[in-house]
């Protein structure tokens, strides 16, 4: 059987799909788990993706507490604690970094994919 | 009808052919695929013009539409991005290396093509960007079938003998004298009124009782009901759902937990799409009818489909010895067919019923919801 001249297009072809597929794996190696929020509350723990803009309300012992995730970063916007210490913690993004309304009994933690910052936690 | 309208009619019409038995070869996952509707393509890359071209992707695309009964539904979009983008890709590939390139390599390009334009498309209206998960697999496992298929149609082009006949100028076949089907005017009006019923309808339980009247419909309809497909459809969804945690946790498996709302989205959107799947069944079965040169394309390379399929079960031999030899049957016209031309009227009073119900739980999921 003779070499075919649609040999090298073929195989340049399929070099460059096999060069894409592997693109493909490595971008999904990248980007295992995406970010969440855990949101702790007195009646149960919720979940919330980073990657999608909304506003939750939580229900303590207080009464309501409002977190807002935008942009990839949750924060609290309103609680029902007496001195509202939560509402003016900047917005957190980093795994681990965390915000508590420790009165209403609400705390959130981010999980993964953002590294730890040690200067975020350090208080 | 002219000589060309009857080969792109013929053409689309094999590829149907070959798409129903890919069909028949049973799949561990619901989007891999042989791509064995391809084959027929890559034959007539070399000699066909670019408008004849774009009528056979699209009798292609319509025509699986039409015999899987998803036409009406959003899952069309997909395929249908499939078929065009990789049909012209695979054909620009062709004028472009011309001898450079063998049907493996062009092969290997649209299924390529193919996948991509789906999962973006996919992404679009169904799964959101969580379906990227899927795209190694799905690339990677096409890049072997379109491999296959590749080598397949090298060996057939070379030793089939149905090509030569089939790329030769004075190839016509005869035309087909199937009675066609009279459209079901009322049907169609109710089943396009309750896919807007299903596009307006809110909340789970609301979805999963018109889901359930869909199907009633459908039985009435005469089209095979299949629960796999659904179930499937589903539990996929709510895998994907895994990766966007959204409201209260219910279980844990691993790092990725179960929420109740993205549990709740995604039985809203798998709903949603099956009931919408099921009323494309319907609606394929009402007979709509396409107007144009397109519409009638498409009736002629129905008939085609039947008769293929007729002449492909008469057939003997192996694989692609029955497949050669259903091409010519029906080519030469040797075996005509008849539509068979049952319709009770009565079936469609409670088509019609059914359909008002439906419009009724989706005014109410919005009411009350």
Same mark, same amino acid.
């Given at each position: 059987m003779k070499i075919p001249s649609s040999l090298v297009g073929d195989l340049v072809i399929i070099l460059l799909c096999a060069a894409a597929v592997g693109f493909f794996v490595f971008a999904l190696g990248q980007n295992t788990g995406s970010g969440y929020v855990s949101v702790q509350t007195a009646? &149960?723990?919720?979940?919330?993706? !980073?990657? =999608?803009?909304?506003?939750? $309300? *939580?229900? +303590? %012992?207080?009464?309501?507490? @409002?977190?807002?995730?935008?942009?990839?970063?949750?924060?609290?916007?309103?609680?029902?604690?007496?001195?509202?210490?939560?509402?003016?913690?900047?917005?957190?993004?980093?795994? &681990?970094?965390?915000?508590?309304? !420790?009165? =209403?009994?609400?705390?959130? $933690? *981010?999980? +993964? %994919?953002?590294?730890?910052? @040690?200067?975020?936690?350090?208080? | 009808?002219?000589?060309?309208?009857?080969?792109?009619?013929?053409?689309?019409?094999?590829?149907?052919?070959?798409?129903?038995?890919?069909?028949?070869?049973?799949?561990?996952?619901?989007?891999?695929?042989?791509?064995?509707?391809?084959?027929?393509?890559?034959?007539?890359?070399?000699?066909?013009?670019?408008?004849?071209?774009?009528?056979?992707?699209?009798?292609?695309?319509?025509?699986?539409?039409?015999?899987?009964?998803?036409?009406f539904s959003y899952l069309f979009?997909?395929?249908?991005?499939?078929?065009?983008?990789?049909?012209?890709?695979?054909?620009?590939?062709?004028?472009?290396?011309?001898?450079?390139?063998?049907?493996?390599?062009?092969?290997?390009?649209?299924?390529?093509?193919?996948?991509l334009s789906q999962l973006q498309v996919a992404s679009w209206i169904v799964y959101g960007p969580a379906i990227?998960?899927?795209?190694?697999?799905?690339?990677?496992?096409?890049?072997?079938?379109?491999?296959?298929?590749?080598?397949?149609?090298?060996?057939?082009?070379?030793?089939?003998?149905?090509?030569?006949?089939?790329?030769?100028?004075?190839?016509?076949?005869?035309?087909?004298t199937a009675e066609e089907r009279a459209p079901l005017v009322e049907r169609t009006v109710a089943l396009i009124i309750a896919i807007g019923a299903i596009l307006f309808a809110k909340g789970p339980i609301p979805l999963l009782g018109i889901a359930v009247l869909m199907y009633v419909i459908q039985g009435i309809s005469g089209r095979k009901i299949r629960l796999f497909p659904p179930l499937m459809l589903l539990s996929s969804l709510i895998v994907l759902s895994l990766f966007e945690p959204n409201g209260q946790v219910i279980v844990t498996v691993g790092t990725l937990a179960l929420t109740k709302g993205s549990i709740a989205l995604a039985l809203t959107k798998g709903l949603r799409l099956i009931a919408l799947l099921s009323a494309s069944q319907s609606l394929v079965s009402s007979n709509p009818r396409l107007k144009g040169r397109l519409g009638s394309l498409l009736v002629l390379a129905l008939s085609y489909f039947g008769i293929l399929t007729s002449?492909?079960?008469?057939?003997?031999?192996?694989?692609?010895?029955?497949?050669?030899?259903?091409?010519?049957?029906?080519?030469?016209?040797?075996?005509q067919v008849s539509a068979n031309n049952q319709q009770e009227r009565s079936s469609s009073a409670l088509i019609i019923i059914t359909a008002i119900l439906v419009v009724g739980i989706s005014i109410a999921s919005r009411v009350w919801g």
């Open positions: 009646d &149960g723990v919720y979940r919330y993706s !980073l990657k =999608n803009d909304r506003s939750v $309300t *939580v229900t +303590g %012992p207080l009464g309501d507490t @409002i977190i807002e995730i935008r942009g990839g970063k949750a924060r609290i916007v309103d609680s029902a604690c007496p001195n509202k210490t939560c509402t003016f913690q900047s917005p957190i993004d980093r795994s &681990g970094s965390f915000i508590a309304c !420790l009165p =209403n009994h609400v705390l959130l $933690t *981010v999980v +993964g %994919p953002m590294p730890e910052e @040690i200067d975020d936690v350090a208080y | 009808m002219s000589p060309t309208d009857r080969k792109i009619s013929f053409i689309a019409a094999s590829t149907l052919l070959l798409s129903s038995l890919e069909y028949l070869i049973p799949k561990p996952l619901p989007f891999l695929r042989l791509g064995l509707a391809n084959l027929p393509l890559l034959l007539i890359l070399q000699s066909i013009d670019y408008p004849s071209y774009f009528f056979i992707l699209l009798l292609k695309a319509i025509g699986q539409g039409m015999v899987s009964g998803t036409l979009l997909i395929s249908l991005a499939g078929t065009m983008s990789s049909g012209y890709a695979m054909k620009l590939l062709k004028s472009l290396l011309k001898e450079r390139v063998s049907l493996i390599g062009i092969s290997v390009v649209g299924a390529f093509v193919s996948n990227w998960v899927a795209a190694p697999l799905m690339l990677g496992l096409g890049m072997i079938t379109s491999i296959i298929l590749g080598v397949f149609g090298e060996r057939y082009l070379r030793h089939g003998s149905f090509p030569a006949a089939f790329l030769a100028d004075s190839f016509e076949p005869v035309l087909p002449c492909f079960r008469t057939a003997k031999g192996s694989l692609p010895q029955r497949i050669d030899g259903a091409l010519f049957c029906a080519a030469e016209g040797s075996l």
